[in-house]
């Protein structure tokens, strides 16, 4: 059977979807990704081809037996519908409607998206109302039941100690509202009390930086990419939710969620204006007592 996943973005959701190739084993997988995800997804077993996002045309070429397309960026739908496929499952371009649209079977992840056919303001009242991961939407694409299967990753986790504490205080530019505050007197606290923070910082490279979080007993992060490749790693991890939804997260029993103490929490604001940020409403006291607990 051959099989192309189209997934590109972000790198962290590009991470969690690998947990879809354990359905696919005995496959032929090609896997269509951005250049900067590429680091997350070479040499692993399971996929016998990833195609970087600008060489992409040579996919015109193939006959798939599936193709799951799971991104509704415009261009990527309309290229999936120029692709030869006895089946198709995800988001397309609909010419006759002119726009953006999704099978039926993967209608309960994309109705939450910007592709709704609800429209935006529905989808975004169905995304605060869902209570099921992200895996648990795609297995149910296929037809299948998600039973905890991890993330497939070409990295060997490190076993260190939890008093080793990684720390990534940043959310990326698209997501500003998941940068927590109050990092810094977090780890003043920890130090107090003998653990080693380390601080994650911009590395050339991006294995670098896996290496980095390799290094680390436990992680503490936003809704992050750090908290995708915790996860892959098997570290445990503590996550903080503000604006995204913490429900969409799997955590495998080794990681703790802090939500938002406010009404706002899960609101998907991805502006600067209004000073307030939910995710101060969590308290460096609340965050502690978890790293004290793990």
């Known amino acids: 059977m051959k099989i192309l996943i189209i997934k590109t973005g972000a790198q962290g959701d ?29 040499n692993n077993p399971y996929i016998k081809y990833v195609i970087a996002y600008n060489n992409k045309n040579i996919l015109l070429g193939i006959d798939f037996d599936l193709i799951l397309s799971l991104d509704d ?5 309309k290229f999936v519908t120029d692709i030869k496929t006895k089946k198709l499952t995800g988001a397309y371009y609909d010419y006759k409607e002119n726009r953006r649209t999704y099978t039926e079977e993967s209608s309960s992840w994309f109705d939450m998206s910007v592709i709704s056919k609800f429209g ?9 109302q869902n209570k099921l991961s992200c895996q648990e939407h795609l297995f149910r694409m296929l037809g299948k039941h998600f039973n905890k299967e991890s993330y497939i990753f070409n990295i060997k986790p490190i076993n260190f100690p939890k008093v ?9 530019k698209v997501w500003p509202m998941k940068q927590w505050s109050k990092y810094e007197e977090l780890a003043v606290l920890l130090k107090r009390d003998g653990y080693e923070v380390k601080f994650f910082e911009e590395r050339p490279t991006l294995k670098q930086y896996i290496d980095d979080i390799n290094n680390c007993g436990l992680i503490i992060t936003g809704d992050t990419l750090a908290m995708h490749i915790g996860l892959a790693l098997n570290k445990e991890v503590i996550a903080l939710f503000g604006p995204t939804p913490a429900e969409e997260i799997f955590s495998y029993n080794r990681m703790k969620k802090i939500k938002a103490k406010t009404d706002c929490y899960c609101c998907y604001r991805r502006d600067t204006e209004n000073k307030e940020n939910c995710i101060d409403s969590i308290s460096v006291e609340e965050v502690y007592e978890a790293t004290r607990e793990i």
């Open 14 to 42: 590009v991470l969690r979807t690998t947990t879809l190739l354990h359905l696919f084993k005995n496959g032929l997988v090609y896997w269509l990704t951005k250049e900067n995800a590429l680091p997350l997804l070479e």
């Open 120 to 128: 935006i303001e529905r989808a975004n009242v169905l995304k605060k």
């Open 164 to 172: 080793i504490v990684g720390i990534e205080t940043r959310s990326g």
């Open 73 to 77: 960026d415009e261009e990527l739908c």
